[in-house]
């Protein structure tokens, strides 16, 4: 088995049955994510438009691709047509971009709701009011081929546990509060997106439902993304 299936197998078993593993191969050559694939891996996650499409045309087509990375309204066309799950939705102008492009492949696209849960300033994402205006807005309820489906977040990068572990709590109760607010009659309003490499068993264990797994699967990343 290679590496790359071992880490695969060793992370699914760990996995309880409400948690799945999108494998982040962002950076990484199609014989990595194919490895990946033949040891049974059929979701990834890119966060680069352009590389994300270039992947899609030579591998299976059976991937489901998720979007993981800052989305530039001017990317959207490179994926818009086979995208299964955009986790970064950090404003209405790029839902209804994201909207727009949907409807002209006619398709409803899933998407997530970004949340800014570290304390740090790089990280993209909404805050709690910013949602809800958002979700009160008359151009989200007129959107039609959007989907929202739950919730992302990034942990701070600390070695500090119970900091972590506050965060994905802090995500978890957004989650909570979203869903009986505005989606407590809507079964697909279900995902919250939290967990990577080094803090993916604190995220599940405060109940995340999809883990973003690069480097512990593919290795180091050789340059900063
Ligand atoms: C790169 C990335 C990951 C995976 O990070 P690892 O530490 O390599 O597991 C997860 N989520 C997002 C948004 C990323 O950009």
Not at 53 to 72: A, C, M, S, T, Y
Not at 150 to 161: E, I, L, P, Y
């Amino acid at each position: 088995m290679s590496a790359i299936a071992n880490e695969i197998t060793k992370i699914k078993s760990s996995l309880p049955a409400t948690t799945r593993l999108i494998a982040v191969s962002k950076t990484k050559p199609v014989e990595d994510l194919q490895q990946a694939y033949d040891a049974g891996q059929r979701v990834f996650g890119e966060n680069k438009a352009l590389e994300m499409r270039d992947k899609h045309e030579v591998l299976p087509n059976d991937i489901q691709w998720h979007f993981i990375g800052h989305l530039q309204t001017n990317k959207i066309k490179y994926i818009i047509s086979y995208v299964s799950l955009i986790h970064s939705i950090d404003s209405c102008n790029l839902l209804n971009e994201v909207n727009i492009a949907a409807a002209k492949k006619d398709r409803v696209v899933d998407c997530l709701l970004q949340f800014h849960i570290a304390d740090e300033d790089t990280k993209y994402g909404l805050s709690f009011d910013e949602a809800q205006v958002l979700l009160n807005s008359p151009e989200y309820k007129a959107m039609n081929n959007i989907r929202i489906v739950g919730v992302m977040g990034m942990a701070t990068f600390t070695d500090n546990q119970d900091q972590i572990r506050q965060e994905f709590r802090n995500l978890k109760s957004i989650f909570d509060r979203l869903k009986e607010q505005y989606f407590a009659d809507n079964d697909s309003f279900k995902e919250i997106s939290m967990g990577m490499s080094d803090d993916y068993p604190i995220a599940i264990e405060e109940g995340s439902t999809l883990i973003r797994v690069g480097s512990a699967i593919f290795g180091k990343r050789n340059y900063a993304v």
